[in-house]
């Protein structure tokens, strides 16, 4: 079962606009994790938040995380367009949290 | 090198072949993992290696077979697939499998087509 959803599924905004994208969760989790896929290539890792931080910051990248709602939402601001990726929100789950499951992702397109 | 590398980029095969993926990273990663991505889909976890050990299954089919020869390769065996089994499979490392603040880094990936 998938642990994380996110919504919305796709978003498609104009260069220099904020991109908000969102991810709910079912389980208690030490931490959240955002990757960004560029089309068909490997995942890279943005930005980890623990359970006891409510909002974090890399460069044009703002997390911020709700553990009673169990949400996250991920703000890139000043868009350009090799933003245009998947991002997927994640979380480690199982016996000893060796598993990482991931949402169903945004697909973002920026338009230049 | 903070890469994980991936051999080959593209593989086309039938269902009676027999071929391997490779992965490679020299970061000093002791937890080495398979996913399997479909279409739009999220990436969805096949194997976790630790220590050179095979820790977690998710119940994949043994058509996939994984090997970990030592803890900088990581290989995936595939024999009598078939064509639902066409995906992108991502090889990704981490430092430990359990420690639970740490990330993992993904190599880009080998597109497989089974005809």
């Known amino acids: 079962s998938q642990q994380g959803e996110e919504d919305p599924q796709a978003l498609s905004i104009q260069e220099g606009e904020n991109a908000t994208m969102n991810c709910s969760y079912k389980?208690?989790?030490?931490?959240l994790q955002w990757y960004r896929q560029n089309s068909g290539r490997g995942l890279v890792h943005l930005i980890l938040?623990?359970?006891?931080?409510r909002e974090k910051h890399s460069g044009r990248l703002r997390v911020t995380l709700d553990t009673s709602k169990k949400s996250s939402s991920l703000l890139i601001t000043a868009s350009r367009a090799a933003d245009t990726a998947s991002y997927f929100c994640?979380?480690?789950?199982?016996?000893?949290?060796?598993?990482?499951?991931f949402g169903q992702g945004t697909r973002l397109t920026i338009n230049p | 090198d903070t890469e994980v590398t991936q051999t080959p980029k593209h593989l086309v095969m039938g269902m009676t072949n027999k071929k391997s993926l490779k992965c490679e990273q020299h970061?000093?990663?002791?937890?080495m993992y398979w996913y399997k991505q479909k279409a739009k889909k999220p990436p969805e976890l096949m194997f976790v290696?630790?220590?050179?050990?095979?820790?977690i299954n998710e119940s994949v089919p043994s058509r996939f077979s994984p090997e970990c020869p030592n803890s900088s390769l990581l290989n995936l065996h595939l024999h009598a697939l078939q064509p639902e089994d066409s995906a992108l499979y991502l090889c990704?490392?981490?430092?430990?499998?359990?420690?639970?603040?740490?990330?993992?880094?993904f190599g880009p990936g080998t597109r497989l087509t089974v005809l």
């Open positions: 990704a490392s981490s430092q430990t499998a359990v420690r639970r603040h740490n990330e993992q880094f």
């Open positions: 389980t208690s989790i030490n931490n």
């Open positions: 938040i623990r359970s006891n931080e």
């Open positions: 994640a979380t480690k789950v199982g016996e000893g949290a060796q598993k990482l499951v």
């Open positions: 970061m000093g990663h002791r937890a």
């Open positions: 290696y630790s220590y050179e050990k095979l820790s």
